[in-house]
């Protein structure tokens, strides 16, 4: 009949006592000769320095084998997590310098194209103003009321002048 243990701890108490026979039985093939007979499954705990426990199958059902612990995981050092924010705060104030700069460079281009604008208009109204003066009917109209002077009535003729007339005047200017 097989023995109840209450604990692992007794399991493991009664293992330490008998000898290991799966050690002292086993040894390794020679070279270059196959294995047969396969090894018994071990359950490795802590590195696999004692044998397994007996089977759960044991009646009573009060023994539970041990088991591995858990692998904890190791938390992130603080340094790590201190440079990560220090990165991510020098990353976040550059990102929003840009943005500020970049509006600072749309304000400048609208107000430049404000003021483009702005004397564009006064061009046009200097255009308009130039036409304005330059058109006949004002200087008719104020060569009329300012100068007194008026279109003539009649049509132009044309002048003929003589040659021999114009040489005589010229010799008689000369002679006096």
Do not use: C, F
Request: avoid cysteine; glycine fraction near 4%; proline fraction near 10%.
């Amino acid at each position: 009949m097989p023995k109840v243990h209450q604990h692992s701890a007794d399991v493991l108490a009664e293992r330490a006592i008998e000898p290991d026979e799966s050690s002292v039985a086993r040894t390794s093939p020679p070279r270059g000769q196959l294995i047969t007979e396969p090894e018994p499954a071990r359950r490795m705990i802590y590195g696999g320095t004692m044998p397994p426990p007996p089977p759960p199958n044991v009646e009573g059902g009060l023994y539970t084998p041990p088991k591995n612990r858990k692998v904890a995981k190791r938390p992130v050092p603080t340094s790590k997590i201190i440079a990560y924010l220090l990165v991510s705060a020098v990353l976040i104030v550059l990102y929003i310098s840009n943005i500020i700069a970049v509006n600072q460079l749309v304000s400048d281009i609208h107000k430049e194209e404000q003021a483009l604008q702005k004397a564009l208009n006064e061009q046009e109204m200097l255009r308009a103003r130039i036409n304005q003066l330059s058109s006949l009917e004002r200087i008719r109209k104020r060569a009329e009321e300012e100068l007194g002077l008026r279109n003539a009535q009649d049509v132009p003729q044309w002048l003929t002048v003589d040659a021999e007339k114009t040489r005589e005047l010229e010799e008689l200017t000369k002679r006096k």
